[in-house]
């Protein structure tokens, strides 16, 4: 299936030595190994500072070409300057990733709960200052842009116009679950319950999905996003899919099950 790109929140994750990675695997090995199963990931610890050159340069010599990392924005951008002022910042993150070439795949812009309809003029002009070579999702949290009324219908047709994929975060699975682990618990506090949105705005649909930790109960959904995932690519879309888990332990062990419901799409 070359135009779906599934995986998992990280790819560095020590846990998963013995049942994802080799026993003995070292970090160095981690990127590797994981790019052998999976063909995406999420580069969520961008979003905390900005990665050492050598650790850029480490990665593109790491990752196959056909590999995508999908880094999310810094705070500072979406959260502290919330997209104003933000130029400087903006043009380091770019500048730090791009020895990374093609294996970028969608940056992810992840605003702000309190990031509401009022500043959409302000979300527009700074996209329309983005760099055209590269591909954006976003995701919203705001209470309004999940409502079916203008302030939703005003931020699709943007992100359609600037060819902009919204992310659609889906934790029924998370909320829906009767685990009482400190992960679950602690997900359930973090994690935004946010209606489920299929649309797409962008020619990379971007789907994340955080799972209930009884692993089979999570199939039903699945289903259903390999159905949508298989429209999409129907429609020349190329969605990305990403799997999170409370702990992200068995995140690699959700990707297999979306990837198999996939091929009997």
């Not at 970090?27 to 994981?34: A, H, S, T």
């Not at 812009?109 to 200052?129: I, K, M, N, V």
């Not at 649309?199 to 799972?211: E, I, L, N, Q, Y």
């Not at 692993?215 to 999170?244: C, I, K, S, V």
Request: charged fraction near 25%.
């Amino acid at each position: 299936m070359a135009n779906v790109y599934l995986g998992c929140p990280l790819w560095a994750h020590a846990p998963w030595k013995g049942r994802f990675f080799t026993a003995k695997a070292s970090r160095e090995d981690f990127l590797p190994q994981y790019a052998r199963v999976f063909g995406t990931t999420e580069g969520n610890a961008t979003f905390y500072g900005l990665p050492a050159p050598e650790t850029v340069e480490r990665w593109a010599a790491e990752a196959p070409a056909d590999f995508r990392f999908c880094f999310k924005f810094p705070r500072v951008i979406s959260h502290e300057k919330a997209l104003v002022g933000a130029e400087a910042e903006t043009k380091a993150f770019f500048e730090r990733l791009a020895p990374l070439g093609h294996r970028l795949g969608p940056f992810f812009l992840q605003l702000h709960e309190s990031f509401g309809a009022d500043r959409l003029t302000g979300l527009e002009r700074y996209l329309d200052a983005l760099p055209k070579a590269w591909t954006y999702a976003l995701e919203v949290r705001a209470p309004e842009f999940f409502a079916e009324g203008p302030a939703e219908a005003r931020l699709d047709a943007l992100l359609t116009e600037h060819d902009v994929n919204r992310v659609i975060f889906d934790t029924r699975a998370l909320f829906a679950s009767s685990a009482t682990d400190s992960a679950t618990l602690d997900a359930k506090r973090k994690k935004p319950r946010v209606p489920v949105r299929r649309v797409a705005t962008g020619r990379c649909p971007f789907v994340r999905f955080v799972g209930d930790p009884h692993l089979e109960t999570n199939d039903p959904l699945l289903q259903e996003w390999a159905r949508t995932a298989a429209r999409w690519m129907a429609e020349g879309r190329t969605p990305y899919l990403f799997t999170h888990h409370p702990d992200d332990h068995f995140a690699p062990d959700l990707a297999r099950q979306l990837h198999r419901w996939l091929h009997e799409s």
